[in-house]
């Protein structure tokens, strides 16, 4: 009897060994059916990810540049420093302007072998001098090709022999979760590398540039991280990093990049046309207030308020009036007017659009053709 007790308990626990080994199922107390992972599974696991970016970081750190800028800047003096005293004497009195040079550091990233450059319009904006210096050591001066202030972006152009252009990813396949490399020129240490995922997605009305739709990364960006290079896994460009939030200048785990598909449309319209021609419909919008929203008689939430209308644009011709609701623009939903402009900026001049708005409690709708973007229109 005893033997066959302790023969029992031996088939037993072989068998229970066997079922762990095998991921089989176990029955707890409860009688709920759960699956462990075998054992030889976990490790295996636990053995594919990858141990190193080196090779990623070797893709992509011959395409990243350091952006060393001279601004001079012309300080007028005088003794007084009162416009009055200055208008009646002059330059009689007061001394000759002081001349100072201001620097800044950046960095940006080779994208064609015939020397062009993408980085921040703020890294180069005013720029007497652009100091390129690549991964290799050498050096060498840099021309504006142009800038667009919606995106802040900025194209540069050198002439130089044997450039490492980065290769481009897909932005729109970005997900949370991805692992992003950050390279650039953190407060002009040297090319860094920092490492993190994507946080977020689509990130936007944060007050950085007019056209904002951003990959968030936990990877550390710094100051001189500007315009450099966000890549993913494999060595791809996925952004240009633009800016951090921060209270101390230095990186709390939040910064953003533009999508690189974004950043691509503006390189090439850049270099085909010396700007980028965004979509205007001429009117200017605000938010509702709550103030807005009773006088009205609407949710706050409805959309956004005309607050102006420019003589002989899209929309005053379409009959857009002060004070109409504009709702939807092509059937999307407008709940503020940073996503209005958002919206209105990614039109293509010569499309035809279609506008609803409420005015005096009724509901309209309107066809629009999209005009370009006049110069110095915000």
Same mark, same amino acid.
């Given at each position: 009897m005893q033997q066959r007790i302790i023969i029992a308990i031996a088939i037993l626990l072989f068998g229970f060994g066997i079922g762990k080994w095998l991921g089989s199922k176990e029955h707890t107390p409860s009688g709920i059916s759960i699956i462990k992972t075998p054992t030889a599974q976990d490790i295996a696991n636990r053995n594919s990810g990858p141990f190193s970016y080196a090779k990623a970081v070797e893709k992509v750190a011959p395409s990243v540049v350091n952006i060393h800028t001279k601004t001079v800047i012309t300080q007028k003096r005088s003794f007084f420093n009162d416009p009055i005293f200055d208008l009646l004497f002059g330059n009689r009195i007061n001394p000759a302007p002081r001349k100072r040079l201001q620097t800044s550091l950046g960095s940006g990233v080779i994208i064609?072998?015939?020397?062009?450059?993408?980085?921040?319009?703020?890294?180069?904006? #005013?720029? =007497?001098?652009? $100091?390129?210096?690549?991964? !290799?050591? *050498? @050096? /060498?001066?840099? *021309?504006?090709?142009?800038?667009?202030? #919606? /995106? !802040?972006?900025?194209?540069?152009?050198?002439? $130089? =022999? #044997?450039? @490492?252009?980065?290769?481009?990813?897909?932005?729109?396949?970005?997900?949370?979760?991805?692992? /992003?490399?950050?390279?650039?020129?953190?407060?002009?240490?040297? +090319?860094?590398? /920092?490492?993190?995922?994507?946080?977020?997605?689509? *990130?936007?009305?944060?007050?950085?540039?007019?056209?904002?739709?951003?990959? +968030?990364? !936990?990877a550390a960006i710094n100051p001189g991280n500007s315009g450099g290079a966000l890549s993913n896994a494999r060595g791809e460009l996925i952004g240009i990093n633009i800016a951090i939030y921060s209270k101390s200048g230095a990186s709390h785990g939040i910064g953003f990049a533009v999508p690189v598909n974004l950043a691509q449309k503006v390189v090439e319209q850049i270099i085909k046309n010396g700007q980028v021609k965004y979509g205007w419909l001429g009117v200017e919008t605000q938010d509702f207030t709550e103030e807005l929203a009773r006088s009205f008689a609407v949710n706050q939430n409805t959309g956004v308020i005309v607050s102006g209308v420019y003589a002989n644009s899209p929309a005053a011709k379409a009959g857009i009036k002060p004070g109409d609701i504009l709702t939807d623009l092509n059937g999307t939903h407008v709940a503020s007017s940073s996503k209005w402009k958002k919206l209105v900026l990614n039109l293509t001049p010569g499309d035809l659009v279609k506008i609803s708005l409420i005015r005096h409690g009724r509901k309209y709708q309107l066809n629009l053709d999209i005009s370009v973007k006049p110069t110095g229109i915000n």
């Open positions: 064609s072998k015939d020397g062009y450059i993408l980085t921040n319009n703020h890294v180069i904006k #005013n720029a =007497d001098t652009i $100091m390129i210096g690549l991964n !290799d050591g *050498r @050096s /060498t001066t840099a *021309r504006l090709i142009g800038a667009d202030t #919606n /995106t !802040d972006l900025a194209i540069l152009r050198i002439n $130089m =022999d #044997n450039l @490492s252009p980065i290769i481009f990813g897909n932005s729109d396949k970005v997900k949370v979760g991805d692992v /992003t490399l950050a390279v650039g020129n953190p407060f002009g240490v040297g +090319q860094t590398v /920092t490492m993190g995922i994507v946080s977020a997605t689509g *990130r936007s009305e944060l007050g950085i540039t007019k056209l904002e739709n951003f990959i +968030q990364t !936990d």
